[in-house]
C-alpha cells in the first residue's frame, strides 16, 4: 500500500534550544536560510507524500505563515525583478497540501501523534520529528515507505548512536534481516546502562499503521511524564515486529545546541552563495584553535 499521507509533529517546548525557542518555534530554526521543518516537508514530498499534517501548540503561528503565500512580499519581488528570489517564494506555498492541529498540552509524542487521529484515518503513515533534519540523495522517508511496503509492518530510522548519547534517546533489540534491514522485537525508551540492548536507536521517523492509535490510546505515561511514542511501538514490536532501517542520509538534530550549529556548517560550506567564503573563513579561523 502507497504511504501518502505524513505527520510532523512540532509542538514540543523545544527546552534544551533556550531562549531561542522561546518565542519562535525551535522547528522554525534555519539552517543557513531555510527553517528546520522546511527541509522535512521537502523530503516528505520528494518521498511521494501528498498531505501532510503538522501537529503545533500555542506560539507556533509562524509555521503556518511560513508555508502560506505572501503577497506583499511576493509583489515587491517581483517589481525589484528578483524573479529568482520570487520563484522560490511561491514555491515553498506550493510544495504540499498542509493543514494543522494544535496539541493543546505538551504531555509527549505519543500524545501528539494521537491528534493525528483523524487525519489518518485507517491507512499507514509516516512520521519525521519537526527537529530532526535529515540531509541526502535518497529521501529518508522514502526508504522507510518502501520498507513498509514490502514487508507490511511498521517501520523506523535507525542508527548506531554511543553509549553515552542512548541513554538520552531509545535502544532496540535487532535481528539482521539484509543489507539495511533489520527486525526489532524490543525497545525501550530512554534506557539505563544495564536496559540497553543494542546502540540502535529510532532517529527522527517511522512510517506507522494506524493500529497504534488504539494501542496509544491505552499507553501510560512513561519516562519523562509523558506518554511515549516508542511505547506504543513496543507493543508493536512485541506483537508482530517492526522493521529497523539503518538509513542512508545525515542527520542533524535541530533540538540541541550542537546540533544546530554543525547543520549550519555543513549545509553551509555546500551553499551556492556563501559555501567559498564560509570555507576559506573556517580554514583561517581553525588555524587559530
Ligand atoms: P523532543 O522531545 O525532541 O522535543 O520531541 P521537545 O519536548 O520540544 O524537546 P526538549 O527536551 O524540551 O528540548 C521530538 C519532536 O516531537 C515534538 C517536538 O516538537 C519535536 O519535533 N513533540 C514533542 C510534540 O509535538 N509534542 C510533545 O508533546 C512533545
Redesign the pocket.
Known sequence: MKIKKAVI?????????LPASKAMP??MIPIVDKPAIQYIVEEAVKSGIEDILV?TSRGKAIVEDHFDRSPELEERLLKSGKIEAYNDLRKIAELANITYVR?KE????G??IMCARSFVGDEPFAVL???DVILGENPTCRQLCSAYEQYGLGTVGIKEVSKEDIQKYSSMKVEHLKNNLYKISDMIEKPKPEEIMSLFSILGRCVLPSKIFAILENTPTGAGG?IQLTDAMKELAHTEGIIGVDFDGTRYDM?NKLGIMKAAIEVGITHKDIGDGLKEYIKNLAKTL
Open positions: 509533529p512540532a509542538a514540543g517546548l523545544g527546552t534544551r534550544v525551535k522547528e501537529i496539541q505538551t504531555k509527549g509524542l500524545h501528539a520529528y519537526g527537529d509523558e533540538g
